[in-house]
């Protein structure tokens, strides 16, 4: 096995269990918050959140993709990573600064948001402290390892807090703090553990060579933003926190499983750069299409298991009251495997490129369908409408993104290997449903189908499973 090799290997590995833990985490939390402080407090924690998400895409503009992207181009020359480090980091000061204002003024300006003025406050000390992160640092050297043992002791940490200090539904604030606490931890910790790699220095920096594709990225988050957390913000000023509780609770899942796929296009996209760095394409293409079969085989059991037996997984996750979060869910799981291939077209092939303006376009016209459905459809069928404004951007983007990826690659939808995925999978899904109708018991039927399905992918997937020679 080459060094390379082991080294997508071991990073995959971390940055599975480190992407993983961002969602296991609350989703071990969740089923007893939710019931503890039930549908409406938890609508506000994610409106709020959802409110502050939005100052926080405006502070970090394009940090979190330029940063991993020109930290990994310089990762061995001490004196050229110390001028990139302290060049991106001196634009993100700037962005946070203007961020924290805009922030101040929103929360003491906008009803809906003085209303939560105290989770404001503290949503402006998760604005702060995310900057301080620098997160993009580490995922730039590969450091995953340290980044996953970091963080499993944090959310270790959170977990048992939540347990000791939310107990009635007035603890809603309470909860919303320990959540920032993690980010601020994790902050500490980080920006004193960085002095092992880099040092911030004034001089010879390079603003105005980072400035572009700074914004361009920022731009493109902002954006694409509209047509994916915009939804939560939008929802909760049109249909109140009780719909926001009811959307919020139906992507829960849906955010775990992605996660996963996440964590492997996190590792690759340092190693997609370098490639095209070192023009090798045969390595570039075989690396694209293992991503792809990993992507079907991953996510189209996933989405047959999850849409067969939503009511269920609701229930597990939230308790009774959550019904409103049933459709939802069966809307946007299919999203696992939209949103994984865009990834696959984005992440893993436009962005190691360096086609930034492509990308751009690709949210762009995602943005604007987004906006434009979500005030025909939001209003009318509150969270359906925005699992549905969700489903249709994406798939908006994705039409756009392959049409460049073909422009510049030849590479087109993969419409056979899709097919023929589908048809393997086929008996899975009408055997799903023919269990789910016929065994009355519907928590028993949902382990049954869950077993089945497991093992059926397990069977027709051997050579993912053994990720070391599937990688190689």
């Known amino acids: 096995m080459t060094k390379k090799a082991i080294s997508i290997k071991k990073n995959f590995f971390y940055s599975s269990i480190l992407t993983t833990a961002n969602y296991i985490f609350p989703l071990i939390t969740y089923p007893y918050v939710s019931r503890v402080l039930g549908v ?12 502050v998400h939005y100052f926080i895409l405006v502070s970090m503009m394009g940090v979190s993709i330029l940063g991993i992207r020109e930290v990994a181009r310089c990762k061995d020359d001490r004196s050229e990573l110390n001028k990139t480090f302290s060049s991106i980091f001196l634009l993100n000061t700037l962005t946070t600064t203007i961020a924290l204002l805009l922030l101040l003024v929103g929360t003491f300006t906008v009803p809906q948001l003085y209303a939560h003025k105290q989770l404001m406050m503290v949503g402006a000390m998760k604005l702060l402290f995310n900057y301080l992160l ?86 493109y988050l902002i954006i694409t933003s509209m047509y994916t957390s915009f939804n939560v913000a939008y929802l909760g000023f049109v249909a109140g926190e009780t719909e926001v509780g009811y959307y919020t609770t139906a992507t829960k899942l849906y ?38 079969k990993f992507l079907f085989s991953f996510t189209i059991p996933l989405i047959i298991v999850t849409t067969v037996c939503a009511p269920q997984i609701i229930r597990i996750i939230s308790g009774s009251g959550y019904e409103g979060a049933i459709l939802p869910m069966r809307i946007v799981m299919p999203l696992m495997l939209i949103i994984g291939y865009e990834q696959i077209l984005i992440v893993q092939t436009l962005m190691p490129m360096k086609k930034d303006k492509a990308v751009l376009i690709n949210s762009v016209l995602g943005a604007c369908v987004g ?100 990688i190689l």
């Not at 409406?40 to 409110?51: E, K, R, W």
């Not at 340092?270 to 760095?277: D, G, T, V």
């Open 134 to 219: 620098v997160e993009w640092l580490y995922k730039g050297l590969e450091e995953f390892k340290y980044i996953t043992l970091r963080t499993l002791l944090v959310k270790t940490g959170y977990v048992l807090s939540v347990f000791i200090f939310v107990h009635s539904a007035g603890d809603y604030p309470i909860y919303y703090l320990l959540t920032v606490m993690m980010i601020v931890v994790n902050a500490f910790v980080n920006f004193i553990h960085a002095r092992k790699y880099v040092s911030l220095s004034w001089r010879g920096m390079n603003l105005k060579y980072l400035l572009k594709p700074f914004l361009t990225f920022g731009v």
């Open 255 to 292: 955010a775990l499983l992605l996660s996963l796929y996440t964590a492997f296009t996190g590792v690759m996209l340092p190693r997609m750069s370098a490639l095209i760095s070192e023009q090798k394409e045969n390595e570039f293409e075989r690396l694209l299409d293992k991503s792809l």
């Open 371 to 470: 906006l434009t459905m979500n005030i025909l459809l939001v209003p009318l069928l509150q969270s359906v409408g925005s699992a549905v404004v969700w489903l249709i951007s994406e798939v908006v983007v994705l039409v756009s993104a392959q049409c460049f990826v073909t422009r510049y690659t030849g590479m087109k939808f993969p419409v056979q290997s899709l097919l023929w995925y589908l048809l393997r999978y086929l008996p899975l899904l009408v055997a799903a449903f023919c269990l789910y109708i016929v065994i009355e018991t519907k928590m028993l039927a949902f382990v049954v189908i869950g077993i089945i399905s497991g093992v059926y992918s397990l069977v027709l997937n051997r050579d993912i499973v053994n990720f070391r020679r599937f």
């Open 40 to 51: 409406s407090n938890i609508g506000i924690c994610n409106f709020v959140d959802s409110v």
